[in-house]
């Protein structure tokens, strides 16, 4: 986007001093998103940043033309805020698990009363899912997001799910008390995570990843999805 907004800016620049014209706003947003479309499509990145590159610089445009009154934007902010809380404080955004790797980890649980946790749970939707499978096994979901907490202890009452989504940071767990704990979570989070779970986690006790590597120790298991992410799986020898 900073590479778009600095070629529109070039090309203002052109414009104003070859043409001796000013480029016409709206045609420099639309021009923002049209270049970062094909940025995004040049990278090879995922879809979704497609539309997010394309519509940015136009929402923009159409929100400040808007004029909203001043609360509009302090919501505005609230609610990013509230859902993206974890990419501010641990460099781990906000999206979600397809239902095919839930299936992929559900497949993974160990039979009989196991605890599973899911490290920084979103929504909610792999637990509520897990709850619903897996009825013997204690699910547990923790999250630091405060929206995103509220929707999914909300979606779990609603839904009458034995799910368990407690608000907090992960960070501050002690891991020994699961047989399984599931992160999708972001490269940024591995190293630590790593170093956590090893030091917590007993020994047989798996730590899966939705498709995050962690780097220098191998999985145990990497489960292929075609089209979706990989499941990657470690077998923990047991506290260091
Ligand atoms: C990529 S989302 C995954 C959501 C969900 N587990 C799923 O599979 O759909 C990662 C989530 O972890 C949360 N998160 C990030 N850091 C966290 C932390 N230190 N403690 C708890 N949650 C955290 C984020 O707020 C975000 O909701």
């Known amino acids: 986007?900073?590479?778009?907004?600095?070629?529109?800016?070039?090309?203002?620049?052109?414009?104003?001093?070859?043409?001796?014209?000013?480029?016409?706003?709206?045609?420099?947003?639309?021009?923002?998103?049209?270049?970062?479309?094909?940025?995004?499509?040049?990278?090879?990145?995922?879809?979704?940043?497609?539309?997010?590159?394309?519509?940015?610089?136009?929402?923009?445009?159409?929100?400040?033309?808007?004029?909203?009154?001043?609360?509009?934007?302090?919501?505005?902010?609230?609610?990013?805020?509230?859902?993206?809380w974890g990419a501010v404080v641990s460099r781990v955004p906000l999206f979600l698990s397809s239902r095919s790797v839930w299936v992929q980890v559900e497949a993974l649980v160990p039979g009989g009363p196991v605890r599973v946790i899911d490290l920084g749970s979103g929504l909610g939707g792999f637990v509520i899912h897990?709850?619903?499978?897996?009825?013997?096994?204690?699910?547990?979901?923790?999250?630091?997001?405060?929206?995103?907490?509220?929707?999914?202890w909300l979606r779990a009452r609603v839904t009458r799910s034995s799910a368990r989504l407690r608000f907090g940071d992960y960070r501050r767990l002690d891991f020994s008390a699961y047989d399984l704990a599931f992160a999708f979570l972001s490269p940024a989070a591995m190293p630590d995570l790593w170093a956590q779970a090893s030091a917590g986690m007993r020994a047989g006790s798996l730590l899966v990843s939705c498709e995050f590597e962690i780097p220098g120790v191998p999985p145990a298991r990497r489960i292929?999805?075609?089209?979706?992410?990989?499941?990657?799986?470690?077998?923990?020898?047991?506290?260091?």
């Open 1 to 84: 986007m900073l590479l778009a907004g600095a070629l529109v800016l070039t090309l203002a620049a052109l414009a104003r001093h070859g043409l001796d014209r000013a480029l016409d706003i709206r045609l420099a947003l639309a021009l923002h998103g049209g270049l970062t479309l094909l940025l995004v499509w040049w990278w090879g990145l995922p879809w979704w940043w497609r539309i997010i590159g394309l519509l940015f610089a136009p929402a923009v445009g159409v929100g400040v033309g808007a004029a909203l009154p001043g609360w509009g934007w302090g919501v505005g902010f609230v609610v990013l805020a509230g859902l993206s």
């Open 130 to 152: 897990l709850a619903a499978e897996r009825p013997e096994a204690a699910v547990e979901g923790i999250e630091l997001a405060p929206l995103a907490w509220i929707c999914g």
């Open 224 to 240: 292929e999805l075609p089209g979706q992410r990989p499941v990657l799986v470690w077998t923990m020898p047991g506290p260091r």
